[in-house]
């Protein structure tokens, strides 16, 4: 018994058997039929392939001969289809068909898409980061100088804000703010070193939260100067709210 579709093929090939019938048992008619009398072995292997795709699993039988009209002298066997035997290796005398990679190659491109878009996105990010960085340095610089600009922007108006608050400094330096000598007819005020620290304090947390401070302060000063029935009504509701705060 042969086994296998591959061992068919090459029983008809080494017994160069180009005529062949494919019994389902050994005495029924023919299943199949090489052909055509003038077939070359290699037609005939591919007419056998061709026939044995349409077998189902089982048993079979096929006896081949050389020559046209061969009556004696032919070569018989059983086989088996379906079990197992068969094999996906190319057959001799019969066309593979050809393997579509179509799909492989997408996905290959695909991959190498991805890589580049990853490649960009890496270089982009570094660059971002190395702007951040740069305005963090800036960002730092800034913080450091900022009492300088604050305190450049008060110093036109240190006199008035003084005023505004009723203290007048007693001999104690105020950077940028020339310095007078007390008149010995003015009394000193109560501006004690504690209160210069508050001040500056005070100044501090508010130029964190308002940009126009200055301008507030200004004002401030023409209300006390100018309206002050309004200024002391806004004064009296602010040293009430510090009240409650405590």
């Not at 070359?40 to 081949?64: H, Q, V």
């Not at 730092?140 to 110093?155: C, F, M, P, Q, Y």
């Not at 104690?172 to 000193?188: A, F, H, L, M």
């Not at 939260?209 to 200024?231: F, G, L, P, Q, R």
Request: glycine share 4%; hydrophobic share 30%; net charge negative.
């Amino acid at each position: 018994m042969l086994q296998g579709r591959n061992n068919v093929i090459e029983f008809i090939r080494l017994n160069d058997t180009a005529f062949w019938y494919l019994r389902r048992s050994e005495k029924s008619e023919p299943v199949f039929t090489s052909g055509d009398k003038d077939i070359t072995i290699d037609e005939s292997i591919t007419r056998l392939n061709r026939c044995m795709d349409m077998l189902g699993t089982g048993t079979y039988f096929i006896e081949a001969w050389s020559t046209d009209g061969q009556k004696k002298m032919r070569n018989k066997d059983s086989f088996t289809l379906g079990n197992g035997n068969e094999s996906n290796q190319p057959i001799s005398g019969f066309q593979q068909p050809i393997q579509d990679n179509t799909q492989n190659i997408h996905d290959a491109v695909a991959v190498a898409i991805d890589k580049l878009e990853n490649k960009y996105k890496i270089e982009k990010l570094e660059t971002r980061i190395k702007e951040l960085e740069h305005q963090n340095k800036e960002l730092n610089s800034e913080i450091d100088s900022w009492e300088h600009r604050v305190l450049g922007k008060l110093t036109p108006h240190i006199g008035s804000i003084i005023d505004v608050f009723g203290l007048k400094p007693k001999n104690i330096p105020i950077s940028g703010v020339e310095q007078k000598q007390p008149n010995k007819d003015t009394p000193e005020n109560m501006f004690t070193d504690q209160e210069a620290l508050r001040l500056n304090s005070a100044f501090e947390k508010w130029s964190k939260n308002e940009n126009e401070y200055v301008a507030i302060v200004e004002k401030i000063a023409d209300m006390a100067e100018n309206d002050t029935e309004t200024y002391s009504i806004a004064r009296i509701m602010l040293l009430t709210e510090k009240e409650k705060e405590k």
